[in-house]
């Protein structure tokens, strides 16, 4: 028989915050995950997110008001695409997370990248957990020689 804590009557394993009912108590206190994309342009950083969620459409965004706009905005180009770091992106197949793509990290993007650094303070400085960046993704395209 395991140890159990007096005061909330759960195992010290119950209590560790990655243990499925700890994982699930942050998901139900937080409601959606936040994550960022940073990354050169055209590194993939869609692709990737269609890859890992099995999405095979495109992610909804949604601009700071809420309202749906157009989700060919995030579609990959040869030429560099503008995102707005702001809009949410959502898969159907993942409505729990939200991503955030930034514009690519181009050599001397002194602008995008003091983009990116306000996004991070404005989110890390809120108090309201579910707008908070929970996760940040850096993409790098491997088929370019470094």
């Not at 983009?115 to 790098?140: D, G, P, R, S």
Request: aromatic share 8%.
């Amino acid at each position: 028989m395991t140890k159990m804590d007096a005061a909330t009557d759960q195992s010290p394993e119950q209590m560790h915050p990655m243990y499925p009912v700890g994982v699930k108590k942050q998901f139900d206190r937080i409601g959606r995950i936040r994550v960022l994309l940073v990354g050169r342009s055209n590194a993939g950083k869609t692709t990737l997110l269609q890859c890992v969620y099995s999405a095979t459409k495109l992610p909804e965004v949604f601009n700071t008001n809420g309202e749906r706009i157009d989700s060919m905005m995030v579609q990959g180009s040869l030429e560099r695409g503008y995102h707005d770091i702001q809009n949410e992106l959502i898969f159907r197949s993942s409505p729990g997370i939200i991503f955030h793509d930034s514009r690519g990290f181009e050599a001397g993007s002194e602008d995008e990248v003091m983009l990116v650094k306000n996004f991070i303070v404005e989110c890390t400085t809120t108090m309201q957990a579910e707008k908070k960046i929970h996760a940040i993704w850096y993409c790098i395209p491997g088929t370019d020689e470094f």
